[in-house]
């Protein structure tokens, strides 16, 4: 399990911050435990009213996330699950949600949560995905990371670092 090393980083105050999250709909129970673990990040950084749009799946995260980031969102969350198969599809996926999501950031100097499962199987993403047993909850990282991240990059705007 990769989740050794992850930074400490205290919740901080992002009342004021504009915030979505764009989220897959394939592996519902998956995906459930993503948003909740979303929506205990945005309760600990006092997050209000996100907005969130559910997109089929992961392919299509980067260009709603685009979208939202045009909208002047400060920070996008990007949630998903992509299991590998027995074709190369799982690499075309995952590529083209990374790549995008990336894309996504540096076009529109917006904060992206990268909160997309790329697991070889079931129960690989089932310790991600935060649910009860889970091992990590990558629903929480990812929207936790990319609130900090937009505090980080208003600051870098305004000359304040």
């Given at each position: 399990?990769?989740?050794?090393?992850?930074?400490?980083?205290?919740?901080?105050?992002?009342?004021?911050?504009?915030?979505?999250?764009?989220?897959?709909?394939?592996?519902?129970?998956?995906?459930?435990?993503?948003?909740?673990?979303?929506?205990?990040?945005?309760?600990?950084?006092?997050?209000?009213?996100?907005?969130?749009?559910?997109v089929?799946?992961?392919?299509?995260?980067?260009?709603?996330?685009?979208?939202?980031?045009?909208?002047?969102?400060?920070?996008?969350?990007a949630?998903?699950?992509?299991?590998?198969?027995?074709?190369?599809?799982?690499?075309?996926?995952?590529?083209?949600?990374?790549?995008?999501?990336?894309?996504?950031?540096?076009?529109?100097?917006?904060?992206?949560g990268?909160?997309?499962?790329?697991?070889?199987?079931?129960?690989?993403?089932?310790?991600?995905?935060?649910?009860?047993?889970?091992?990590?909850?990558?629903?929480?990282?990812?929207?936790?990371?990319a609130?900090?991240?937009?505090?980080?990059?208003?600051?870098?705007?305004?000359?304040?670092?």
């Amino acid at each position: 399990m990769a989740g050794h090393g992850a930074p400490t980083a205290q919740p901080t105050d992002c009342h004021d911050l504009r915030v979505a999250v764009v989220a897959a709909s394939w592996h519902p129970q998956l995906m459930d435990g993503l948003l909740a673990g979303a929506d205990r990040a945005f309760k600990d950084h006092q997050v209000e009213a996100p907005v969130v749009v559910r997109v089929p799946g992961a392919f299509e995260l980067p260009v709603v996330a685009a979208a939202l980031a045009s909208q002047q969102y400060d920070a996008v969350i990007a949630l998903g699950v992509v299991i590998r198969g027995g074709t190369p599809h799982f690499e075309f996926v995952c590529n083209a949600a990374t790549d995008g999501l990336g894309r996504v950031a540096l076009d529109h100097q917006v904060a992206i949560g990268f909160g997309v499962l790329t697991c070889d199987n079931e129960q690989q993403a089932l310790d991600r995905a935060g649910l009860e047993g889970s091992q990590e909850d990558k629903g929480y990282e990812a929207t936790s990371a990319a609130l900090l991240t937009a505090q980080t990059l208003r600051k870098v705007k305004r000359h304040t670092p």
